[in-house]
Nanobody
Framework: QVQLVESGGGLVQPGGSLRLSCVASGFTSDAYIIGWFRQATGREREGVSCIKIRDGSTYYTDSVKGRFTASRDSAKDTVYIQMASLKPEDTAVYHC???????????????????WGQGTQVTVSS
């Protein structure tokens, strides 16, 4: 019943853009926060961006500020992340996730999140 499905990943050259989508069927009506997380080779999973469903407030990790933009379409139970000026260091598997416990967008670490999508690969390479 509760399902998060990401899409939009792919291969892009440095400086390019991608938009990822997360459809959160049967979940968004109860979730307080939806987050985007990534895990790259040799790195721990990190919170890239989180958005509070009720008011649209957002959090971004320092490395993506000014380049990534999170948004939501409540009518479609969909959250997006627009990624611009992509760098090789952005290469990772990107997951969306939902939290019924977090209540601020800045609570954007994995331990707060309850339901996870399967991920989509983003590769930034020349």
């Amino acid at each position: 019943q509760v399902q998060l499905v990401e899409s939009g990943g792919g291969l892009v050259q440095p400086g390019g853009s991608l938009r990822l989508s997360c459809v959160a069927s049967g979940f968004t009506s109860d979730a307080y926060i939806i987050g985007w997380f990534r895990q790259a080779t040799g790195r721990e999973r990190e919170g890239v961006s989180c958005i509070k469903i009720r008011d649209g407030s957002t959090y971004y990790t320092d490395s993506v500020k000014g380049r990534f933009t999170a948004s939501r379409d409540s009518a479609k139970d969909t959250v997006y992340i627009q990624m611009a000026s992509l760098k090789p260091e952005d290469t990772a598997v990107y997951h969306c996730a939902g939290s019924r416990r977090a209540y601020r967008a800045s609570m954007c670490s994995p331990g707060w999140f309850d339901v996870w999508g399967q991920g989509t690969q983003v590769t930034v390479s020349s």
